[in-house]
């Protein structure tokens, strides 16, 4: 081959690889935008809300809230048109226009969707892009806030914390995170096993159906208020803010991380830790994070509060598994260190383990800011997160029992990169009816899992590879987790569990990963899918079909 054809065929291959945009004719950009002035009464702002693809800010402002490089690659499908509403009335002509030139819409809030799901797509689309719709109004006297769905849940917890040191609410641990996609799909955080839920919390709110009309609590009725509460929003419409009830915190709460190698007998105090997790005072949350390391390797930064490791014997370099348990109590370390030592003294937690804070301080430890963080470090919505990821979910009903732990480790140290995370369950989660809200993992689950791979690695080879561990250990764990069905958080984002062909969306389709999620719920958000958006023009790929009609 001569070197000008194969110079061709490498620049045929490249336009045929990373062409990436859907086309999308100047013409239609011209309707899109001409459809919006006249669904809106402020004509002249809304050529200031519209980035096509030939506009110089058009990539920056799509990356801005790409959360996981893994799709933010010159291959990776962009949108036609990004829509960044500054006003809430911008959303109802954006749903309408969508409608009109026959494009999906994908709504993002703070872009964390662990598949990207709100950012790509097969099939052309458009973006909302909810982010200049973010503010947080706090009212202390009711102990309520309004929160748009594009704050995150850094903002909120400022905001809460600038009107109050004793209230707080019940969500992620992501400071970037933002409102619109974890609360309507359930929101969890440290407090979940005093307080529950975000969605346990939510007592109005206000969203954009697929016809354009802004309704709240009151005007949607109780069959739809229910579906966002944990259903997703991205399957039912817009949404636009969320009121919430605050819960009190205590002026001082305690936090530790306490780290355990194989070395340290960590199998037995993990197995004794599986018939307390979910019984032990509802004030105290411990979560753990299961690695592979070495034993030479010096701990990361998060365990900073760390003793000195005994000399273990072990050849330096050797293999092991580290398991950290890191806490939040709801109290001070007094009351903290008696229910450990009655309750889990297998951990050994000692006086020199405990740090005592405020509730807002805890925030960062969380988020594994440094001691001396300033609390305005929860206004940055920067992502500090450069790695690839993939993440799956599990949940424990029953103990594992020991030789099933040791199974696990060893496919862990062989695998060398995915890790667990095991979050306790049990206290108010195990008060609440699984059907009070479309999240039905309540009671009787000791765990939450999360399986996670991280990576540097650019190109498809190493994504295969690191995806495929956290495949391993899901199948390893197949016999000890819940099973018909096999449930998943719905947070958790995970494409393996099964998707809908766009535009099909049937029943069936929808039931294999809607029971992992929803269980018995499943069915009650067809049918408030099927009367709020029969024509399914909210879809994903894993939205909730509508029932054909
Ligand atoms: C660092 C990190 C920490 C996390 N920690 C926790 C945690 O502690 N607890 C927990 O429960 N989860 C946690 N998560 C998962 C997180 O809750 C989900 O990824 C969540 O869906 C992200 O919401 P988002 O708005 O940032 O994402 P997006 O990608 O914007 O949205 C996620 C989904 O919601 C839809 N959606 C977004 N906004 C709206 C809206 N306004 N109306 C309707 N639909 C909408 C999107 O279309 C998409 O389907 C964490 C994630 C990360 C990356
Ligand atoms: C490109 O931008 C111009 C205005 O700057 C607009 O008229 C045109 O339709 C745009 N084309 C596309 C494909 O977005
Ligand atoms: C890009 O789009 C934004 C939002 O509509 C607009 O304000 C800006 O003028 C556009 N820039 C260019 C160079 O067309
Ligand atoms: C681990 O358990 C063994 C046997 O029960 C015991 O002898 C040893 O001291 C323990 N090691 C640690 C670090 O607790
Ligand atoms: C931060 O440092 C101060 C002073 O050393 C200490 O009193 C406090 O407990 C620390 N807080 C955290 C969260 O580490």
């Excluded at 092991?320 to 806490?327: G, K, L, P, S």
């Excluded at 990821?389 to 862990?412: A, C, H, Q």
């Excluded at 190109?459 to 998943?488: D, F, H």
């Excluded at 023009?537 to 009609?549: D, T, W």
Aim: charged share 20%; glycine share 8%; proline share 5%.
């Amino acid at each position: 081959m001569s070197s000008s054809s194969s110079k061709m065929l490498l620049l045929l291959l490249f336009f045929f690889t990373f062409n990436s945009y859907y086309s999308f004719a100047s013409s239609d950009y011209d309707t899109f935008v001409q459809c919006l002035s006249s669904n809106h009464n402020t004509k002249n702002q809304i050529p200031n809300i519209v980035y096509g693809p030939n506009n110089s800010s058009f990539t920056s402002v799509l990356q801005d809230y790409i959360r996981n490089p893994r799709f933010n690659t010159p291959a990776t499908r962009k949108p036609s048109l990004i829509v960044t509403p500054l006003q809430e009335s911008h959303v109802q002509a954006a749903i309408l226009c969508s409608k009109k030139i026959g494009i999906e819409l994908k709504i993002r809030s703070g872009g964390h969707d662990y598949e990207g799901i709100s950012y790509v797509s097969e099939v052309p689309f458009i973006i909302l892009d909810m982010f200049n719709l973010r503010s947080v109004s706090v009212d202390i006297k009711s102990e309520t806030a309004w929160v748009q769905s594009g704050a995150t849940l850094g903002e909120l917890y400022y905001n809460i914390w600038q009107n109050s040191k004793v209230h707080g609410f019940p969500a992620g641990v992501g400071p970037t995170v933002g409102v619109g996609g974890h609360i309507s799909g359930g929101g969890y955080g440290n407090m979940l096993r005093k307080f529950g839920l975000s969605v346990d919390h939510v007592i109005d709110a206000r969203i954009v159906d697929a016809n354009g009309r802004m309704l709240d609590r009151k005007s949607m009725g109780e069959d739809l208020f229910w579906a966002i509460k944990g259903g997703g929003g991205a399957s039912f419409g817009v949404v636009l803010a969320y009121k919430i009830q605050l819960v009190p915190v205590p002026p001082v709460v305690t936090v530790f991380r306490v780290a355990k190698t194989l070395e340290e007998n960590v199998t037995d105090i993990f197995y004794r830790w599986q018939f307390v997790a979910n019984k032990i005072d509802d004030n105290l949350f411990i979560r753990l994070l299961v690695q592979p390391t070495s034993l030479t390797k010096k701990k990361p930064n998060l365990d900073m509060k760390k003793k000195k490791k005994p000399n273990s014997g072990k050849a330096p370099g050797q293999k092991t598994v580290r398991v950290t348990f890191i806490a939040q109590y709801l109290g001070n370390a007094n009351e903290l260190l008696s229910v450990m030592k009655s309750q889990f003294p297998e951990l050994g937690l000692t006086q020199q383990d405990c740090i005592e804070t405020s509730w807002i301080q805890s925030v960062l430890y969380w988020a594994n800011y440094n001691n001396g963080t300033s609390e305005k470090v929860l206004l940055d919505r920067k992502s500090d997160s450069e790695n690839f990821f993939k993440r799956k979910s599990d949940y424990l009903k029953t103990p594992i029992p020991k030789d099933g732990l040791e199974g696990l480790w060893k496919n862990i140290i062989e695998l060398g990169k995915a890790g667990m995370v095991f979050n306790a369950y049990g206290g108010q989660m195990s008060r609440i009816g699984e059907s009070e809200t479309p999240f039905p993992h309540r009671n009787g689950n000791i765990f939450k899992i999360q399986y996670f791979a991280n990576w540097k690695e650019q190109g498809a080879e190493a994504e295969k590879k690191y995806i495929e561990q956290t495949r391993t250990l899901y199948s390893y764990m197949t016999p000890y987790v819940s099973k018909n069905p096999r449930e998943s958080y719905l947070n958790y984002r995970d494409l393996d569990i099964g998707t809908t062909s766009n535009g099909k969306n049937t029943y069936d389709e929808g039931k294999v990963y809607g029971e992992k999620y929803f269980k018995g719920n499943f069915d009650r958000l067809v049918k408030v899918k099927t009367a709020v958006d029969p024509d399914n023009f909210f879809r994903n790929e894993q939205s909730i079909p509508p029932l054909l009609h």
